[in-house]
Protein backbone atom coordinates (compact mmCIF):
# COMPACT_ATOMS: atom_id res chain seq x y z
CA UNK A 1 0.00 0.00 0.00
CA UNK A 2 1.27 3.78 -1.02
CA UNK A 3 -0.16 6.14 0.57
CA UNK A 4 0.49 9.90 -0.46
CA UNK A 5 -0.60 13.14 1.27
CA UNK A 6 -1.16 12.15 5.03
CA UNK A 7 0.20 15.40 6.01
CA UNK A 8 -3.05 16.74 4.46
CA UNK A 9 -5.08 14.97 7.11
CA UNK A 10 -2.54 15.82 9.81
CA UNK A 11 -2.83 19.44 9.21
CA UNK A 12 -6.63 19.15 9.93
CA UNK A 13 -8.25 20.89 13.13
CA UNK A 14 -9.12 18.31 15.41
CA UNK A 15 -12.01 19.50 16.94
CA UNK A 16 -14.06 19.80 14.12
CA UNK A 17 -15.58 16.77 12.10
CA UNK A 18 -13.77 15.38 8.81
CA UNK A 19 -15.42 14.60 5.58
CA UNK A 20 -13.63 12.01 3.69
CA UNK A 21 -14.78 12.18 -0.26
CA UNK A 22 -13.23 9.59 -2.32
CA UNK A 23 -13.76 7.97 -5.06
CA UNK A 24 -15.47 4.22 -5.45
CA UNK A 25 -14.48 1.35 -6.72
CA UNK A 26 -14.63 -1.57 -4.20
CA UNK A 27 -16.16 -3.14 -1.63
CA UNK A 28 -13.38 -1.69 0.29
CA UNK A 29 -12.43 1.47 -0.14
CA UNK A 30 -13.13 3.10 3.21
CA UNK A 31 -11.48 -0.41 4.45
CA UNK A 32 -8.38 0.66 3.50
CA UNK A 33 -8.75 4.11 4.24
CA UNK A 34 -9.70 3.22 8.10
CA UNK A 35 -6.51 1.01 7.53
CA UNK A 36 -4.15 4.11 6.83
CA UNK A 37 -6.15 6.66 9.58
CA UNK A 38 -5.60 4.35 12.49
CA UNK A 39 -2.04 2.95 11.85
CA UNK A 40 -0.82 6.36 10.62
CA UNK A 41 -2.59 9.04 13.35
CA UNK A 42 -2.45 8.86 16.91
CA UNK A 43 -5.39 11.07 17.59
CA UNK A 44 -9.39 9.94 18.94
CA UNK A 45 -11.18 9.83 16.23
CA UNK A 46 -14.86 8.13 15.83
CA UNK A 47 -15.37 6.86 12.14
CA UNK A 48 -18.64 7.04 10.38
CA UNK A 49 -19.20 5.37 6.99
CA UNK A 50 -23.25 6.11 5.99
CA UNK A 51 -24.11 2.82 4.01
CA UNK A 52 -27.24 1.09 2.22
CA UNK A 53 -29.24 -0.85 4.69
CA UNK A 54 -30.57 -3.43 3.16
CA UNK A 55 -27.58 -5.65 3.87
CA UNK A 56 -25.37 -3.82 6.35
CA UNK A 57 -28.60 -3.96 8.61
CA UNK A 58 -31.42 -6.26 7.43
CA UNK A 59 -28.86 -9.21 6.82
CA UNK A 60 -26.73 -11.35 9.54
CA UNK A 61 -23.86 -11.32 6.93
CA UNK A 62 -23.93 -7.50 6.73
CA UNK A 63 -24.22 -7.19 10.63
CA UNK A 64 -21.13 -9.33 10.94
CA UNK A 65 -19.37 -7.62 8.44
CA UNK A 66 -20.58 -4.40 10.39
CA UNK A 67 -19.16 -5.86 13.48
CA UNK A 68 -16.18 -7.37 12.83
CA UNK A 69 -14.93 -6.05 10.07
CA UNK A 70 -16.38 -1.95 10.84
CA UNK A 71 -16.95 -1.98 14.62
CA UNK A 72 -20.29 -0.70 13.71
CA UNK A 73 -18.54 2.46 11.81
CA UNK A 74 -20.84 1.79 9.00
CA UNK A 75 -23.68 4.27 10.43
CA UNK A 76 -26.16 5.88 9.26
CA UNK A 77 -27.89 3.60 7.13
CA UNK A 78 -30.37 4.31 3.99
CA UNK A 79 -32.74 2.35 2.85
CA UNK A 80 -34.42 3.62 0.17
CA UNK A 81 -34.04 2.39 -3.15
CA UNK A 82 -35.43 1.66 -6.73
CA UNK A 83 -37.70 3.55 -8.60
CA UNK A 84 -40.71 3.34 -5.79
CA UNK A 85 -38.99 3.47 -2.15
CA UNK A 86 -41.52 2.68 0.50
CA UNK A 87 -42.96 5.33 1.73
CA UNK A 88 -41.59 4.55 5.51
CA UNK A 89 -37.70 4.23 3.79
CA UNK A 90 -37.73 7.56 2.47
CA UNK A 91 -38.58 9.28 6.03
CA UNK A 92 -36.37 7.47 7.55
CA UNK A 93 -33.57 8.22 5.24
CA UNK A 94 -34.52 11.72 5.75
CA UNK A 95 -33.42 11.00 9.23
CA UNK A 96 -30.28 9.52 8.53
CA UNK A 97 -29.45 12.44 6.77
CA UNK A 98 -30.02 14.85 9.44
CA UNK A 99 -28.33 12.54 11.69
CA UNK A 100 -25.12 12.13 9.38
CA UNK A 101 -25.30 16.24 8.67
CA UNK A 102 -25.02 16.39 12.64
CA UNK A 103 -22.26 13.88 12.65
CA UNK A 104 -20.57 16.58 9.98
CA UNK A 105 -21.36 19.62 11.75
CA UNK A 106 -20.31 18.67 15.55
CA UNK A 107 -18.06 16.02 17.12
CA UNK A 108 -14.54 16.58 17.72
CA UNK A 109 -12.82 13.69 16.16
CA UNK A 110 -15.25 12.88 13.76
CA UNK A 111 -14.40 11.46 10.42
CA UNK A 112 -16.79 10.28 8.10
CA UNK A 113 -16.18 8.78 5.01
CA UNK A 114 -18.24 9.25 1.81
CA UNK A 115 -18.54 8.61 -1.97
CA UNK A 116 -20.01 11.16 -3.95
CA UNK A 117 -20.42 9.05 -6.92
CA UNK A 118 -23.09 7.06 -4.83
CA UNK A 119 -22.20 3.49 -5.86
CA UNK A 120 -19.61 1.57 -7.59
CA UNK A 121 -17.81 2.60 -10.71
CA UNK A 122 -17.64 -1.11 -12.63
CA UNK A 123 -16.09 0.38 -15.39
CA UNK A 124 -12.46 -0.81 -16.42
CA UNK A 125 -10.67 2.33 -16.48
CA UNK A 126 -9.83 3.14 -12.83
CA UNK A 127 -9.55 7.11 -13.94
CA UNK A 128 -12.90 7.26 -14.78
CA UNK A 129 -15.64 8.52 -12.34
CA UNK A 130 -19.34 8.55 -12.29
CA UNK A 131 -21.62 11.99 -12.13
CA UNK A 132 -21.71 13.26 -8.76
CA UNK A 133 -24.76 13.23 -6.84
CA UNK A 134 -26.17 16.36 -5.09
CA UNK A 135 -26.64 14.73 -1.71
CA UNK A 136 -22.18 15.10 -0.90
CA UNK A 137 -23.23 19.20 -2.20
CA UNK A 138 -26.40 19.21 0.18
CA UNK A 139 -24.30 17.65 3.29
CA UNK A 140 -22.03 19.70 2.52
CA UNK A 141 -23.98 23.03 2.62
CA UNK A 142 -26.29 22.24 5.64
CA UNK A 143 -23.06 21.04 8.02
CA UNK A 144 -20.41 23.35 6.54
CA UNK A 145 -17.22 20.58 7.93
CA UNK A 146 -13.41 20.21 7.10
CA UNK A 147 -13.34 18.54 3.58
CA UNK A 148 -10.78 16.09 2.33
CA UNK A 149 -10.53 14.62 -1.24
CA UNK A 150 -9.09 11.21 -1.57
CA UNK A 151 -8.40 9.25 -4.35
CA UNK A 152 -8.15 5.32 -3.91
CA UNK A 153 -6.83 2.94 -6.77
CA UNK A 154 -5.50 -0.42 -6.85
CA UNK A 155 -8.47 -2.07 -4.64
CA UNK A 156 -10.97 -5.11 -6.46
CA UNK A 157 -14.21 -6.23 -5.34
CA UNK A 158 -12.43 -10.13 -5.09
CA UNK A 159 -11.22 -10.29 -1.54
CA UNK A 160 -9.18 -14.15 -2.15
CA UNK A 161 -7.28 -12.43 -4.87
CA UNK A 162 -6.65 -9.16 -2.88
CA UNK A 163 -5.48 -10.67 -0.13
CA UNK A 164 -3.38 -12.99 -2.10
CA UNK A 165 -2.20 -10.06 -4.05
CA UNK A 166 0.10 -9.18 -0.72
CA UNK A 167 1.82 -12.42 -1.56
CA UNK A 168 1.94 -12.89 -5.17
CA UNK A 169 2.22 -9.49 -6.58
CA UNK A 170 -0.78 -6.97 -8.63
CA UNK A 171 -1.32 -3.66 -8.18
CA UNK A 172 -0.34 -1.78 -5.20
CA UNK A 173 -2.70 -0.27 -3.34
CA UNK A 174 -2.70 3.52 -3.74
CA UNK A 175 -4.51 6.36 -1.29
CA UNK A 176 -3.91 9.66 -1.89
CA UNK A 177 -5.40 12.58 0.40
CA UNK A 178 -5.34 16.07 -1.20
CA UNK A 179 -5.19 19.53 0.60
CA UNK A 180 -8.59 20.52 2.39
CA UNK A 181 -10.94 22.50 0.45
CA UNK A 182 -11.74 25.47 0.48
CA UNK A 183 -15.61 25.62 -0.04
CA UNK A 184 -16.12 29.29 1.49
CA UNK A 185 -17.14 30.37 -2.23
CA UNK A 186 -20.23 27.58 -2.36
CA UNK A 187 -21.47 28.55 1.72
CA UNK A 188 -22.02 31.46 0.44
CA UNK A 189 -24.53 30.92 -1.93
CA UNK A 190 -27.85 30.57 -1.81
CA UNK A 191 -29.55 27.23 -0.45
CA UNK A 192 -30.96 25.24 -3.42
CA UNK A 193 -30.54 22.23 -5.82
CA UNK A 194 -28.15 24.40 -7.88
CA UNK A 195 -25.36 24.79 -5.19
CA UNK A 196 -25.31 21.16 -3.98
CA UNK A 197 -24.58 20.42 -7.88
CA UNK A 198 -22.14 22.94 -8.05
CA UNK A 199 -20.51 21.35 -4.85
CA UNK A 200 -20.90 18.37 -5.74
CA UNK A 201 -19.01 19.08 -9.54
CA UNK A 202 -16.14 20.55 -7.58
CA UNK A 203 -15.72 18.33 -4.91
CA UNK A 204 -15.67 15.53 -8.14
CA UNK A 205 -13.25 17.46 -9.86
CA UNK A 206 -10.82 17.69 -7.28
CA UNK A 207 -10.86 13.63 -6.60
CA UNK A 208 -10.20 13.63 -10.42
CA UNK A 209 -6.92 15.82 -9.66
CA UNK A 210 -5.63 13.46 -7.41
CA UNK A 211 -6.17 10.70 -10.08
CA UNK A 212 -3.87 12.29 -12.61
CA UNK A 213 -1.08 12.73 -10.31
CA UNK A 214 -1.87 9.02 -9.80
CA UNK A 215 -1.52 8.30 -13.22
CA UNK A 216 1.34 10.47 -13.88
CA UNK A 217 3.20 8.46 -11.08
CA UNK A 218 2.23 4.98 -12.74
CA UNK A 219 3.57 6.21 -16.19
Not at 30 to 35: H, P, Q
Not at 73 to 88: D, N, Q, T, V
Not at 155 to 162: A, E, M, R, S, Y
Not at 173 to 187: A, K, M, P, V, W
Amino acid sequence: MNVYGLEHVEAASRDRPLLLVANHRSFFDMYAVSTVLFRNTSWRKQLFFPVRGRFFYDSIPGLLVNLIMGWWSMYPPFFASGEKPLLEERAFDRYSFRVLTELCKNGAGNVIGFHPEGTRNKGPDPYSFLPAQPGIGKLIKDAAPQVIPVFIAGLGNDLPKQVLGNWRGGDKIRIHFGQQLDLSEYLAKKDQARTYVEISKFVMSKISELAEQDRRRQE
